[in-house]
């Protein structure tokens, strides 16, 4: 038997799945305007990343736009750039923190 037409199904849960990335994405991505952090949060970013350099949000922008991958998960994007992840609310566009990804351990 069919299943009715939109409806998930195991040949069309994962279009879907990308689909909702895709959206969050845009989001993020028609929104980088309103991407912001405290002055404390400017602090962290350039600490844990080992940054010298000026406007840390500026920076933050930059690395969005080049993202290799960005994820939504809760109330929160997690933006991936080369090492670096980068932690923005969904709803408030600020940077919650910035760190370096750890490389895992093959034993």
Known sequence: MREP???P???NIAGMEIMIMKKH????????DKIHTTELGKERIKRNLGLNIGDAVYWCVQETKQADNIVSKGKNWYVYAGDTVITINAH?????TAHREKQKRIP
Do not use: A, E, V
Request: net charge neutral.
């Open 9 to 11: 199904n195991k040949s």
């Open 92 to 96: 408030s566009y600020t940077i919650i």
């Open 25 to 32: 994405n845009s989001d993020l991505l028609t929104n980088l």
């Open 5 to 7: 037409t939109g409806f």
